[in-house]
């Protein structure tokens, strides 16, 4: 069973909200989705610290994370792995 979260209306998600906003995804129950997968996900979603709170929040005690990056947290990437000794 999938439950669409999205800020495009026009892409008929179950829920028009963005994963940053603590207001937007108070709806969303504690603990429910075993896998959560991001697709596209933007520099501000690594970057918003609300973000991780939701998704700890929402997501089943050992359930899986997948997060696919947007071009745009590309960068983000290059800076991080950068600064790493390696």
Do not use: C, Q, W
Request: aromatic fraction near 8%.
């Amino acid at each position: 069973m999938y439950y669409t979260l999205n800020i495009e209306g026009k892409d008929e998600p179950d829920l028009v909200a963005s994963i940053t906003s603590l207001a937007d995804t108070k709806s969303l129950p504690d603990h429910r989705f075993s896998k959560v997968i991001f697709e596209n996900v933007d520099t501000i979603v690594f970057l918003n610290p609300h973000t991780i709170k939701i998704i700890e929040r929402i997501t089943k005690p050992g359930g899986i994370i997948e997060i696919s990056a947007g071009k745009t947290a590309a960068r983000l990437f290059v800076d991080a792995f950068s600064k790493t000794n390696g």
